[in-house]
């Protein structure tokens, strides 16, 4: 029988230089059979859903899903009516954390500060109320159809669907109006339900707008109704003056009225605050300042001008500043901010017995990243309270920076403070943040006014 090929191979008596040859070209065979079928089993499961990079930052509504037929058990989805339960710029956990790379619509639309697209109001737009009164109407400029969750930079807002919404990883209450990603070069009137003449004011979000200019006293919105119901939340904005130049004067960028208790308060989240003589000036129950990059407070060459970051009035039953970064420098040409974080007395005492939207009760100034100022903390025991009417403060877990000056403020860390041994009033895990005392405790202040 006459021998195969592969047998005549076999049977010759091959050379050194054959034998090196055939080894090396078994070699390069086995390699690539196998080379070949790990091509084919990484392509084989195909992904049931569209998909993206699965690590770094994705673009767009897209989650991360779980899908058995995807390469590594799981994919990227899109969705057009996402609801927003991540946070865009991602999480923080503490207020030294954040920059500006976390704030404003830049953030949102995913591109350098400058750089981001807002749309422009017309002067007769703005001229438009945010009103339930049937001659009013919902502004032209915001549309009346249901609001689905994207940052695309031609997605002006909607209205929040029935259910309600979580936006930004907040729950945002069915009817909201939502504005999103409008310029604003003139201040608006919310006058909502005009004292109960109308139907109920829904609320209104202000989502990656840009509100500059120089706003004057009541800043930059003017809530000059008793409007029942409707919270006016401020996510991923920019806002204040246009600069620090005279002519561009900010006295206060957003501060709500206190007409009747609970009624037009604000949740800011998330912004940019800068070039005012006061960033915010809550004087209302349960307002929240949560997240927010602030800097440039100044008094535009008046001196006799008291400057602040974000304030209280006084009365107010409870309120929230939780992470935000707070380094206040004094400006060229300007007084001395006389405090970051202001409590004042103006209008009464702080008792709380409020509860905040987050369940908690009181005053809670938390994980902040905080300097600056004459004081850094004015805290409530002021002008005619007494020390048993400043209850229910709770000071934990803020970083405090020497970066400016070695006693935190200029003058010190905190001033007209309570009795933090007594009241319900709490100050615990404040630490600095750098200098020669870095990561150790910051004692209580001694109750005093």
Same mark, same amino acid.
């Given at each position: 029988?006459?021998?195969?090929?592969?047998?005549?191979?076999?049977?010759?008596?091959?050379?050194?230089? %054959?034998?090196?040859?055939?080894?090396?070209?078994?070699?390069?065979?086995?390699?690539?059979?196998?080379?070949?079928?790990?091509?084919?089993?990484? !392509?084989?499961?195909?992904?049931?859903?569209?998909?993206?990079?699965?690590?770094?930052?994705?673009?767009?509504?897209?989650?991360?899903?779980?899908?058995?037929?995807?390469?590594?058990?799981?994919?990227?989805?899109?969705?057009?009516?996402?609801?927003?339960?991540?946070?865009?710029?991602?999480?923080?956990?503490?207020?030294?954390?954040?920059?500006?790379?976390?704030?404003?619509? $830049?953030?949102?639309?995913?591109?350098?500060?400058?750089? %981001?697209?807002?749309?422009?109001?017309?002067?007769?737009?703005?001229?438009?109320?945010?009103?339930?009164?049937?001659?009013?109407?919902?502004?032209?400029?915001?549309?009346?159809?249901?609001?689905?969750?994207?940052?695309?930079? =031609?997605?002006?807002?909607?209205?929040?669907?029935?259910?309600?919404?979580?936006?930004?990883?907040?729950?945002?209450?069915?009817?909201?109006?939502?504005?999103?990603?409008?310029?604003?070069?003139?201040?608006?009137?919310?006058?909502?339900?005009?004292?109960?003449?109308?139907?109920?004011?829904?609320?209104?979000?202000?989502?990656? #707008?840009?509100?500059?200019?120089?706003?004057?006293?009541?800043?930059?919105?003017?809530?000059?109704?008793?409007?029942?119901?409707?919270?006016?939340?401020?996510?991923?904005?920019?806002?204040?003056?246009?600069?620090?130049?005279?002519?561009?004067?900010?006295?206060?960028?957003?501060?709500?009225?206190?007409?009747?208790?609970?009624?037009?308060?604000?949740?800011?989240?998330?912004? !940019?605050?800068?070039?005012?003589?006061?960033?915010?000036?809550?004087?209302?129950?349960? !307002?929240?300042?949560?997240?927010?990059? #602030?800097?440039?407070?100044?008094?535009?060459?008046? !001196?006799?001008?008291?400057?602040?970051?974000?304030?209280?009035?006084?009365?107010?039953? #409870?309120?929230? $500043?939780?992470?935000?970064?707070?380094?206040?420098?004094?400006?060229?040409?300007?007084?001395?901010?006389?405090?970051?974080?202001?409590?004042?007395?103006?209008?009464?005492?702080?008792?709380?017995?409020? =509860?905040?939207?987050?369940?908690?009760?009181?005053?809670?100034?938390?994980?902040?990243?905080?300097?600056?100022?004459?004081?850094?903390?004015?805290?409530?025991?002021?002008?005619?309270?007494?020390?048993?009417?400043?209850?229910?403060?709770?000071?934990?877990?803020?970083?405090?920076?020497?970066?400016?000056?070695?006693?935190?403020?200029?003058?010190?860390?905190?001033?007209?403070?309570?009795?933090?041994?007594?009241?319900?009033?709490?100050?615990?895990?404040?630490?600095?943040?750098?200098?020669?005392?870095?990561?150790?405790?910051?004692?209580?202040?001694?109750?005093?006014?």
């Amino acid at each position: 029988m006459a021998k195969t090929q592969l047998e005549q191979l076999l049977g010759k008596e091959m050379t050194r230089k %054959e034998f090196l040859a055939f080894s090396a070209f078994t070699v390069a065979t086995v390699f690539g059979v196998v080379g070949l079928v790990k091509t084919l089993l990484s !392509h084989a499961a195909t992904p049931t859903v569209s998909v993206e990079s699965e690590s770094g930052t994705r673009s767009g509504n897209a989650s991360i899903v779980s899908d058995t037929n995807a390469s590594g058990g799981a994919a990227v989805q899109f969705s057009s009516t996402s609801t927003g339960g991540t946070i865009p710029g991602g999480t923080v956990t503490h207020g030294q954390q954040l920059t500006l790379n976390h704030v404003g619509p $830049w953030t949102l639309q995913g591109v350098a500060q400058g750089s %981001e697209t807002l749309s422009t109001l017309t002067s007769t737009q703005l001229q438009e109320r945010l009103s339930t009164w049937p001659s009013d109407g919902r502004p032209s400029w915001i549309p009346g159809t249901n609001y689905v969750y994207n940052n695309s930079p =031609t997605n002006y807002g909607g209205i929040v669907p029935a259910g309600g919404m979580v936006i930004d990883g907040y729950n945002v209450p069915a009817g909201t109006w939502v504005v999103q990603f409008r310029n604003f070069t003139s201040g608006v009137i919310i006058s909502g339900d005009n004292s109960g003449t109308s139907p109920a004011f829904p609320g209104v979000l202000f989502r990656g #707008c840009r509100m500059r200019g120089p706003w004057g006293d009541p800043g930059w919105y003017n809530h000059n109704g008793q409007s029942h119901g409707g919270i006016i939340w401020i996510m991923y904005s920019d806002a204040g003056g246009k600069s620090l130049a005279t002519n561009d004067y900010c006295e206060s960028i957003f501060e709500s009225k206190n007409y009747t208790a609970g009624r037009d308060k604000s949740y800011i989240i998330r912004s !940019h605050l800068s070039n005012a003589s006061t960033l915010v000036f809550m004087r209302n129950n349960g !307002h929240a300042c949560i997240e927010n990059f #602030c800097s440039g407070v100044s008094d535009y060459g008046d !001196h006799t001008k008291h400057l602040n970051g974000i304030a209280n009035s006084g009365g107010q039953s #409870c309120n929230l $500043w939780l992470r935000n970064n707070m380094v206040m420098s004094q400006q060229a040409g300007s007084t001395q901010l006389t405090d970051v974080i202001q409590m004042a007395a103006d209008d009464g005492a702080y008792l709380g017995t409020g =509860t905040n939207f987050d369940g908690s009760q009181g005053y809670a100034i938390t994980d902040n990243y905080l300097g600056g100022a004459a004081f850094t903390l004015q805290l409530g025991y002021d002008k005619n309270n007494t020390i048993t009417q400043v209850r229910n403060v709770r000071v934990t877990g803020n970083k405090f920076t020497t970066s400016l000056y070695p006693g935190i403020g200029s003058s010190g860390l905190a001033y007209k403070t309570p009795d933090f041994s007594n009241y319900g009033n709490t100050w615990s895990n404040n630490t600095y943040a750098d200098g020669p005392n870095a990561g150790q405790t910051v004692s209580a202040p001694a109750a005093g006014n």
